[in-house]
């Protein structure tokens, strides 16, 4: 009866976990130096996720919405443009709603030479 109970518990535990979407990968990646700035920053997550806004800050000085343009849908993979703001540090903190019901939120980071 125990062990019944125990996997029942588990198994619950395991599908909350997985029901949120993390994100999984970024190009650029996390912290990377790059030579050139990207002309578009991918987000891939690890569940269907929509997100609902992103914002990136150049150096701690200057901060903008990126243009989520049509994507609405929920998917795991995102494509946004980005805008040259010259070298230096670029934060991407982004919020999003997993299919879920959950808000979802995070940040990555990326300098460029």
Do not use: C
């Amino acid at each position: 009866m125990k062990a019944i109970l125990l996997a029942g518990m588990i198994g619950i535990w395991a599908t909350g976990a997985m029901a949120h979407s993390p994100l999984d990968a970024t190009t650029p990646a996390n912290e990377a130096t790059v030579t050139e700035m990207p002309t578009e920053v991918l987000m891939g997550f690890k569940g269907d996720i929509r997100l609902t806004r992103v914002v990136i800050t150049h150096a701690d000085t200057h901060s903008m919405d990126m243009d989520l343009g049509e994507q609405t849908a929920f998917t795991q993979e995102f494509a946004l443009p980005m805008h040259d703001m010259g070298a230096g540090t670029y934060v991407i903190e982004w919020r999003g709603l997993g299919v879920d019901g959950h808000a979802l939120n995070g940040s990555f980071s990326f300098t460029v030479e």
